[in-house]
């Protein structure tokens, strides 16, 4: 990608989403199926303040290490923010380290959930000013006045951590938005969303009232569900239809279906707006019925996922899931009633785990795919993830007293296909094997 065929302007802050590990060094090959839309909040809270900003998708831009060096070159920004996840944080590194070499002066901010809970790493590393906690949509209104007024004073700065002689130091936590309906919709203009293949993310709410303890969603975003006015959801899709020409979306909430008048109201207001688009979800199968998913499906719903995780009840006692079997079987021919796809997430390893008890999960997996009818145009589908525990959730605060072995903190093999950890029961070959084995699922799955 040559730097002059971008649009190129001077901002007050650039925002820069690093590829994956799959680039290792920032290669080109791959593009992201979602634009990042945390920082797309981010740039909505700096556009309403009258901040000047772009936002780089490193990834989808087929952005490698020589463009970004023209890319800073050219456009010298006196402040870049960076978002990370746990598979693109050591990606973010090296792009802070290559901010840092060419404009050495630059401050540079690193946000997103795997620095919030752990972020003494980056700001060792040398290369990172200033690690953003949690939400960022506040904070970095106020760091943007700091700098831009020269002041070196951070102590008074809400929910972030930075390194002063030698030490780490975390300002008090920032809570989040009480009403979310003041952030109202991210920035869209910005991207093109034909190089995401016309899929557009949508937040409707944030937060999770569930403590699942391999999820870091309450950590993260609090266990309450702060939710949007419906009316300012669908609006976000009007302009997107006719503006963006997107028909296909992707909402993102970790708990869209927990109010049910709620999902209706959302569902009814796309029917009697006639818009014509096509749309999925994650739900809890605690959460939904047929009535509810029928009147998804006649609004658009074409897909839902559930997290089921184990087949063992006392496994997901222990998990803190809140589900049953029964309720899973349930969901899921609701679901494939509806004419909705189904997909199921399985996880392979918890703690506590045995291998018989992963063999009954495989089993119970497999069994739902009877579930669906022959002449159906629905899908059911299962998807399986060895058990990877991430900075913020329980089992990885507690994986001692849980039994959890880790073998290893390199982050780029945190992908959830190789094991990374051992448990008491079970060792890493034993999960890499269940791992293959449960691949029987997706097989009968072609076979249908």
Known sequence: MEVEKMNVIQPDILLISPPSVVFEELVSGTHNSLPPVGLSYVAKS???????????????????????IDLLQTTTPQIV???????????????????????????????????????????????IDIVCINEGEETIIELMKVFQANQRDLSAIKGIAYLKNEQIIRTEKRKGFTDVKDLGSPVHHIFDYNKYNNIAPIITGRGCPYGCIFCVAHALSGRKYRVRPIEDVIGEIEYLIHEKNVQRFM????????????VRDFCERIIQLGLKIKWKCEARVNTVNYDLMTTMKAAGCVG??????????????EIKKEISLDQVRQA?????????????????????????????????AQSLHSLREGSATSKIQTAFAICTPLPGTYIYEHAEELGIKFLTK????????????????????QLTNFLVESYRCWRDELDE
């Open 332 to 364: 899921v021919l609701d679901a494939h009633h509806a004419q909705l796809d189904v997909k199921c997430s399985f996880i392979i390893g918890l703690p506590m785990e045995t291998e018989e008890m992963v063999n009954n999960t495989i089993k119970f």
């Open 81 to 127: 923010g960076i978002t990370a996840l746990v598979n693109n944080y050591n990606n973010g590194l090296l792009v802070a380290q290559i901010v840092k070499q060419v404009l050495p002066q630059t401050k540079v901010i690193m946000g997103g959930p795997h620095v919030s809970f752990i972020p003494e790493d980056a700001l060792r590393s040398g290369y």
């Open 410 to 429: 390199d982050w780029n093999q945190y992908n959830f296909l190789q094991p990374v950890i051992e448990t008491r029961h079970l060792k890493r070959a």
């Open 251 to 262: 909402i993102l909430d970790d708990t869209f279906t927990f109010y049910e008048d709620r």
């Open 304 to 317: 839902v996922q559930f997290g089921v995780e184990s087949a063992n009840p006392e496994i997901l006692k």
């Open 46 to 68: 700096l556009m309403l303040h009258n901040y000047s900003f772009d936002i780089i998708d490193m990834a989808t831009e087929g952005m490698g290490k020589q463009e970004l």
